[in-house]
C-alpha cells in the first residue's frame, strides 16, 4: 500500500474553537509513557475488580471501531492489516506485527506500555501488554469480522526479546460496539478569563499543532523527555468509568477517585517539567516570559493543544490557588456520551493535572515532595449539568 494514501488517512485534523486533535475520525489526546502505564496499573492491581478485563474491552472496543473508520471500502485484505499496524505505530503505541495472525502469531518488537513501565514501575511480575492484545482482538476483528482472544505469553518488561502473543479462535463472546449516546452541547465561548499580555497563547498553539507527533520507524514518540502516545478519549473515557462503577459496586468508589486523580497529577508534573526543560519551550515560550506566572499561562496553553479540551484560568492568587474552567474536557463530555449525567463531579484526571500543574509552577524541591503539595476540588462539573467544569486548586497547610 502507498505510503502517501496511509499517511493522508491519519493526518492530524486540529480543530481550534475545541481544541480537539482528531485522527482517522476520532478524538484523540496526547498523555505520557507515565500516566499510561501507572493507569493501567492502578486499575489492574485492585483487587476486587477485573482491570485487566477493563483495559483489554476498552482497548478492542474503541480500536475495532478507529480501525474501521481508517479503512476504504477498495482495500485489499493486506492493505486492512497494513492499516492495522500502521495505525498502532502512528498513535505512538509502538510495533505490532499482525503479518502472521493467520499462523495464530502476534508480535510486538517495540511498545509504549513496557517504556512506561521500566520508566518506573520496575520490573513486573506478570506481563503487562494488556493494551495490545485489546488492540490487536479490535484489529482482527476490524480487518476480518472474526471476534478471537488474544493473550500474551511473552513480554519484554519481563526480559523477552520480543512481546509475543497467542490468537485463539472460536471465540463465542461478540465484539461490544462503541455505543454512544449523541451529544448536544455547546462550549461556553465567553467568560471572565484571565490572560497574560505577555504569552501569545496563538503563537503557542500554532507551533504545538505544526509540530509532526507521530511514531517513528519502532512507533513510539520521544519528546519533551517522555514518549507521548495519542490515545482515543474513548479509551480513557471506558477505562475510567468502568474502574470507577466497578470500585463503587465494591464500597471503594472515593478510593477510585483520588487513585484517578493522583495519577494525572503525577504526569502532569513530570511531563510539564519535561516540556519545561525542552528546546521547544525555550525557542518559543522564554522568550515571551515577562512576569512571574506567565510560566502559568503558557503551560495552560501547551494544555489547550493537547486535546483534552479548552482550559482558561478564571482566578489566581499566585502560589496560594487558582481557578480554574475547562469548558469542553473530555471526562465531563465522554461521561455524557456514556453515562447520560452524573450525580457528582466526574473529571478526577482534570482535578489531578490542575493541581499538578499549580504545584509545577509554585511549588518548591523535588517533584517528589511537590506531590500532593496543593488540594483540588471540582466545584462544578458539566456531567452534572453545569455550564463549566470549575476546578479550585489551593495550597495545602
Ligand atoms: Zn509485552
Ligand atoms: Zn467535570
Known amino acids: 500500500m502507498e505510503i502517501s494514501s496511509l499517511a493522508e488517512r491519519l493526518a492530524l485534523r486540529y480543530d481550534a474553537p475545541s481544541g480537539r486533535r482528531v485522527i482517522a475520525g476520532k478524538d484523540v489526546l496526547l498523555h505520557c509513557h507515565h500516566y499510561n502505564a501507572r493507569l493501567q496499573r492502578t486499575v489492574e492491581s ?29 482495500d485489499s485484505v493486506a492493505a486492512r492489516w497494513a492499516v492495522a499496524e500502521r495505525l498502532y505505530a502512528h498513535l505512538g503505541f ?7 495472525v493467520a499462523e495464530g502469531v502476534v508480535t510486538a518488537t517495540a511498545s509504549h506500555f513496557v517504556e512506561g513501565w521500566f520508566a518506573g514501575l520496575g520490573r513486573p511480575e506478570r506481563m503487562v501488554c494488556s493494551f495490545a492484545e485489546g488492540y490487536a482482538q479490535g484489529a482482527v476483528y476490524a480487518v476480518t469480522g472474526e471476534p478471537v482472544h488474544v493473550r500474551e505469553v511473552e513480554c519484554m518488561a519481563q526480559g523477552a526479546p520480543m512481546c509475543r502473543f497467542a490468537v485463539e479462535r472460536g471465540r463465542s463472546e461478540p465484539v461490544a460496539p462503541n455505543a454512544k449516546r449523541p451529544l448536544v452541547f455547546r462550549p461556553r465561548e465567553r467568560g471572565d478569563w484571565l490572560r497574560s499580555p505577555a504569552i501569545d497563547e496563538q503563537a503557542i498553539l500554532d507551533a504545538l499543532v505544526a509540530m509532526p507527533v507521530e511514531g517513528g520507524p ?56 519535561g516540556l519545561m526543560s525542552s528546546p ?20 495552560m496553553t501547551f494544555c489547550n493543544a493537547l486535546g483534552f479540551g479548552q482550559w482558561h484560568i478564571a482566578g489566581l492568587e499566585p502560589g496560594q490557588w487558582m481557578l480554574v474552567e475547562s469548558v469542553n474536557g473530555y471526562e465531563a463530555l465522554g461521561a455524557l456520551q456514556y453515562l447520560g449525567s452524573t450525580s457528582t463531579p466526574h473529571c478526577h484526571g482534570h482535578k489531578g493535572a490542575a493541581a499538578g ?8 524541591g523535588p517533584l517528589t515532595e511537590r506531590f500532593g503539595t496543593f488540594h483540588a476540588v471540582e466545584e462544578a462539573c458539566i456531567a452534572c449539568g453545569d455550564p463549566v467544569c470549575r476546578f479550585r486548586v489551593e495550597r495545602i497547610g
Do not use: Q
Not at 485487566?52 to 478507529?66: D, M, Q, S, T, Y
Not at 509502538?94 to 502472521?100: C, K, T
Not at 525555550?282 to 512571574?292: A, E, H, I, N, S
Open 280 to 299: 521547544e519551550w525555550d525557542g518559543l515560550v522564554t522568550p515571551m516570559l515577562r512576569g512571574p506566572d506567565d510560566p502559568l499561562f503558557a503551560t
Open 94 to 100: 509502538g510495533r505490532l506485527d499482525l503479518s502472521r
Open 46 to 74: 485492585a483487587d476486587l475488580v477485573d482491570g485487566k478485563r477493563l483495559i483489554v474491552g476498552a482497548a478492542e472496543c474503541v480500536f475495532a471501531e478507529h480501525i474501521d473508520r481508517a479503512l476504504r471500502a477498495e
Open 218 to 273: 519502532d512507533g513510539l514518540i520521544p519528546a519533551f523527555g517522555v514518549y507521548l502516545a495519542c490515545m482515543p478519549a474513548d479509551f480513557y473515557n471506558r477505562v475510567c468509568i468502568g474502574f470507577l462503577a466497578e470500585m463503587r459496586r465494591v464500597g471503594r468508589g472515593a478510593t477510585a477517585e483520588r487513585l484517578l486523580a493522583a495519577e494525572a497529577e503525577y504526569c502532569a508534573l513530570n511531563t510539564y517539567r
Open 357 to 364: 500543574i499549580f504545584a509545577l509552577i509554585y511549588g518548591s
